[in-house]
């Protein structure tokens, strides 16, 4: 059965770091794409960053220059260092993963069950 387990939430005061992880654990060929998403009370999941197999990085225009998204493939792991938090990154933050299960099989999208975020002002 596939997982993906994040860590790292908690309450942080505004201008402080923390460190986000999601692990994906089961029979996982390879994983092609991970990412984070958060979602505040009343709006929708929206992209935070991602990154790619070759370690290509996308990133919300909000928290460039404050997030660094990096992965360890050997791990399965994707992480997601936050620094200069502001109240408004205020969120759950949930992890994705695009996983393969064979040699040029389909990606599926799977999703962690979140973590919260809270930044006080």
């Known amino acids: 059965q596939v997982q993906l387990v994040e860590s790292g939430g908690g309450l942080v005061q505004a201008g402080g770091s923390l460190r986000l992880s999601c692990t994906a654990s089961g029979s996982i060929f390879s994983i092609n794409y991970m990412a984070w998403f958060r979602q505040a009370p009343g709006k929708q999941r929206d992209l935070v960053a991602s990154i790619s197999s070759s370690e290509t990085t996308n990133y919300a225009d909000s928290v460039k220059g404050r997030f660094t998204i990096t992965r360890d493939s050997a791990k399965n792991a994707v992480y997601l260092q936050m620094d200069s938090l502001k109240p408004e990154d205020t969120a759950v933050y949930y992890c994705?993963?695009?996983?393969?299960?064979?040699?040029?099989?389909?990606?599926?999208?799977?999703w962690g069950q979140g973590t919260q975020v809270t930044v006080s002002s």
């Open positions: 994705n993963a695009h996983l393969q299960f064979a040699y040029r099989g389909s990606n599926y999208s799977y």
